[in-house]
């Protein structure tokens, strides 16, 4: 199990233990899908190919709309592929800040189209048949610090009362039944948390687009968005041109420099991802009696599912810039696995990856209008497998103008910030504060 890769010196080569590619790209064939002549008009131009371009694009093909996907790589190159599969309700605003920020009400309201996502995604894969591993084991978060138990025991009261969720708090020793693990304080188990394969829901849900009649253009990257007679200019790698009435940006972590308007209130974070060789079974039997999914409190969280064949998928932000190698990344979501599980400080590491995760300055998604005009659906924090399926939806109807696509996300102000132009060169030090307070409180 190695792979070749090249280092900076063209004359010096690397040769790692582990695959640099997702290992859901090795459960999926993909789909062979014909790259179109561009025409010269359509309706609507959609930015990014991940769930959210895809299911915009299924919405609006439905609408009897004229609608084209363009992807500057391969089809789901992005986040889409590449995530761990927690299906979950709720945002990274925790929902605790929620009603703090925005009051009773409102956060109601914007809870609940969380809660949506989560039912309407589970919904569409059974009644389209989406062959992805669903299940829902639940979710079991967990507690860094004994003060975040107490964080968490609010959210349970709050999520019981307002929405009628049954969650279940466990403190240090109940969790420790679940785990075999004294890392942590305790832990809150939200049992309609699931799972799936990220890689075969994103080609069921390419399937079901394809079939619908989406024409989708692989390794075309848009490099130019212009207003020209109430049309957008569209251009392309290549320099080929198209005109479309309406564009819609679905890009998300993966926003270039060339569209500032959205990349201005886009924050690019990496998230790095391992998968162990598979653990001896009586080995896991003894570390684990949950087939739930872990997150924990910190702000560098980690998060981790077993697989059935007894793989571990480890996950966690290692820094808040790209600077560090994916070596680097790896050595230190291995040192945080033995944290974890000391028993497992000597297993092997088959595949590491990484992603981008687009942020907000509000820790919640968007979807909308600009006042240029171009439309957007992106921002979902690290919470965008359910989040960017519906809302993709939602902002389709939304283009077109139909009360499906209303709801009071819309009443949020999508902010930048003057500090942030084109380089987010303030994540170091956002990095540095983040882990001092994962230190310290
Ligand atoms: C490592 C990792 C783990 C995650 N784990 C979870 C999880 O467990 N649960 C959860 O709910 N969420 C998770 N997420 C988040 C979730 O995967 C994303 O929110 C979701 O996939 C976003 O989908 P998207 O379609 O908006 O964007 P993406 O899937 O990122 O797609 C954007 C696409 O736009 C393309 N693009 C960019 N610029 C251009 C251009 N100029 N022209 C053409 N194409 C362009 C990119 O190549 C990319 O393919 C995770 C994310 C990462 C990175």
Redesign the pocket.
Known sequence: MSVVIRSKNPFQSLILPFKTTPYWWETVEPLKVDNKEIPNQMDVAI???????LWASIILKEQGVDVHV????EL?????T??????GAGYKLGVSKLFKIFGKDRAVELFNISLKAREDIEETIRKENIDCGFVVPGHLVVAWKPVHLANLEKTAELLEKYFSLKTRLLDKSSLSACMETALYHGGLFLPEGALLNPARYYQGVLALAIKKGVDFHPQT??QQIEQKGGKFEVTFSGNKRTLAREVLM???????S?FPEIQRRIIPLP?T?VLTEPIDKNLLEKLVHTKSAVYDTKNFLYYFRFLDDGKLLF?GRTQLNFKSSIIDASKELRRSISMVFPALKEIKIWNVWE????FTFDHLPHYGRLLNGIHYC?G?C?????L?SYLGKLTAYYLLNDPRGQSSLLTLPFKKEFFYTAHPWFLPMVGLWYRLKDILF
């Open positions: 930015v990014g190919s991940g769930y959210t371009g363009f992807e500057a790589k789901g190159y992005g986040a889409s590449r995530n761990a599969g927690f299906v990257e848009v679905a890009t998300n972590g993966y926003t270039s060339s998230s991802i996950g992603g981008k995760v687009g992106l979902y690290g919470h965008g497998v359910a960017s």
